[in-house]
């Protein structure tokens, strides 16, 4: 482990301040009227998804719904950026997430906002068929997710790659530059989205701390990061000094030069402790929101 870095992991269950999130009230509300539009449906074998299994799609949605914290894009997919955006969008609507996710499933394509979702057939053929990537084999809901995603947004990283093909996950098929990701969060978000930062040069910041804690009191915050130190993954062999992964920050402190922290990663929420030195070094980019 290098000198400059220290780090400690915590399990999805201590405490953390979230800040600027939607009210206890309405986010009650949400779950409940999925689970009852979810309990309306019988899911039978579907004629768009062939290899969507049906009990594991109902079961992968409730699970959403009731813990978005447990959405996991794999463990070498390049699916991080789509599961950071279907984290943030379970927590502020799990509503309309429940609606687009069933809409899908039922009818082929789905609409959220203004935009209309028309899966290609070779995704609609791959989904559910995920093997080796650990929990998401399984996640039935989140592999036409993030699927669907991908196949619907493209941006600079995409193009050579743009029609899907079996172990595309894995490739730029599925990758994500900072303004594709933007243009995501602006699409599925209801909140301006602003962002500081690229895909090759680090942006700067005076106070690097309370600039991330003054976006945290206004809405979401995204960061865009060189994972080589906070995440292993194969395929960061090639790619260490470029920026490849999406996490969702929680909450950021500083003091002696030591910055704690806590944000959300795939899968789990997790606290470490690093330099602000080398939290500047990996940070390539902020997204955050405004909400209204």
Not at 69 to 76: C, P, Q, S, T
Not at 86 to 104: A, C, I, Q, S
Not at 159 to 179: C, D, K, M, V
Request: glycine share 6%; hydrophobic share 40%.
């Amino acid at each position: 482990m290098p000198k400059y870095l220290l780090i400690f992991s915590l399990s999805v269950f201590f405490p953390i301040v979230l800040f600027a999130q939607p009210k206890a009230k309405d986010i009650f509300t949400g779950k409940k009227l999925s689970i009852n539009h979810i309990n309306k449906i019988t899911f039978q074998k579907s004629k768009f998804w062939p290899k969507v299994n049906p009990q594991l799609f109902e079961e992968n949605l409730r699970r959403n719904i009731e813990q978005p914290v447990f959405l996991y894009a794999g463990r070498n997919t390049n699916f991080c950026g789509y599961a950071a955006l279907g984290y943030v969008f379970l927590k502020e609507d799990p509503f309309g997430y429940t609606k687009f996710m069933t809409d899908l499933y039922l009818y082929g394509k789905a609409v959220y906002g203004t935009t209309t979702f028309t899966p290609s057939k070779a995704i609609m053929q791959m989904a559910g068929q995920i093997m080796f990537e650990g929990e998401l084999d399984r996640n039935d809901a989140d592999q036409m997710l993030f699927f669907t995603l991908a196949d619907h947004f493209k941006g600079y990283l995409n193009i050579f790659h743009h029609n899907y093909s079996p172990g595309y996950e894995q490739g730029f098929w599925a990758a994500t530059n900072l303004r594709k990701f933007n243009r995501m969060l602006r699409v599925m978000f209801k909140a301006e989205i602003k962002s500081k930062g690229s895909d090759l040069i680090r942006p700067s910041f005076e106070n690097l701390a309370s600039f991330l804690n003054e976006k945290l009191a206004t809405g979401d915050v995204f960061l865009y990061l060189n994972n080589v130190i906070l995440r292993k993954k194969n395929h960061n062999k090639l790619r260490k000094r470029i920026p490849t992964h999406y996490v969702v920050l929680q909450s950021i402190s500083e003091e002696n030069g030591l910055v704690t922290l806590t944000y959300w990663d795939v899968g789990s929420k997790t606290r470490r402790l690093i330099t602000t030195k080398t939290l500047s070094k990996i940070l390539y980019g902020v997204s955050w929101s405004i909400r209204k």
